[in-house]
Protein backbone atom coordinates (compact mmCIF):
# COMPACT_ATOMS: atom_id res chain seq x y z
CA UNK A 1 0.00 0.00 0.00
CA UNK A 2 1.77 3.43 -1.29
CA UNK A 3 1.76 6.64 1.49
CA UNK A 4 -1.51 8.20 -0.04
CA UNK A 5 -3.48 5.06 -0.27
CA UNK A 6 -2.58 5.12 3.71
CA UNK A 7 -3.34 8.10 4.09
CA UNK A 8 -6.55 7.86 2.51
CA UNK A 9 -7.72 5.13 4.57
CA UNK A 10 -6.26 6.69 7.79
CA UNK A 11 -9.23 9.93 6.98
CA UNK A 12 -11.47 7.21 5.96
CA UNK A 13 -11.45 6.08 9.28
CA UNK A 14 -11.26 9.65 10.62
CA UNK A 15 -14.26 10.27 9.59
CA UNK A 16 -16.14 7.47 10.55
CA UNK A 17 -15.00 7.87 13.78
CA UNK A 18 -16.43 11.62 13.86
CA UNK A 19 -19.70 10.21 12.49
CA UNK A 20 -20.55 7.58 14.85
CA UNK A 21 -19.42 9.89 17.58
CA UNK A 22 -21.81 12.73 16.05
CA UNK A 23 -25.04 10.08 15.37
CA UNK A 24 -24.16 9.21 19.09
CA UNK A 25 -24.53 12.75 20.78
CA UNK A 26 -27.46 13.82 18.54
CA UNK A 27 -29.47 10.53 19.88
CA UNK A 28 -28.50 11.39 23.55
CA UNK A 29 -29.75 14.98 22.96
CA UNK A 30 -32.54 13.79 21.63
CA UNK A 31 -33.25 11.30 24.27
CA UNK A 32 -32.92 14.37 26.55
CA UNK A 33 -35.18 16.72 25.20
CA UNK A 34 -37.77 13.98 24.50
CA UNK A 35 -37.55 13.57 28.74
CA UNK A 36 -37.41 17.41 29.08
CA UNK A 37 -40.80 17.78 27.13
CA UNK A 38 -42.41 14.98 28.30
CA UNK A 39 -41.60 16.18 32.12
CA UNK A 40 -42.73 19.66 30.91
CA UNK A 41 -46.40 18.63 29.66
CA UNK A 42 -49.37 20.24 31.53
CA UNK A 43 -51.13 18.10 33.23
CA UNK A 44 -54.64 16.70 32.07
CA UNK A 45 -57.40 18.95 33.08
CA UNK A 46 -59.00 18.22 36.62
CA UNK A 47 -61.99 20.54 37.70
CA UNK A 48 -61.06 21.16 41.19
CA UNK A 49 -64.24 20.58 43.78
CA UNK A 50 -65.08 17.91 42.27
CA UNK A 51 -64.80 14.34 45.00
CA UNK A 52 -65.28 11.43 44.04
CA UNK A 53 -67.48 8.68 45.83
CA UNK A 54 -65.78 5.95 47.53
CA UNK A 55 -67.67 2.93 48.10
CA UNK A 56 -66.49 1.48 51.36
CA UNK A 57 -69.30 -0.85 51.89
Known amino acids: MTSA ?3 VQNAL ?4 VAR ?3 EREAAERRKT ?5 IASRKPLY ?3 GVQL ?4 S
Not at 13 to 16: D, N, R, S
Not at 33 to 37: A, D, G, H, L
Open 53 to 56: TLNL
Open 13 to 16: KAVA
Open 20 to 22: ALR
Open 5 to 7: EQT
Open 33 to 37: FQRIE
Open 46 to 48: VPK
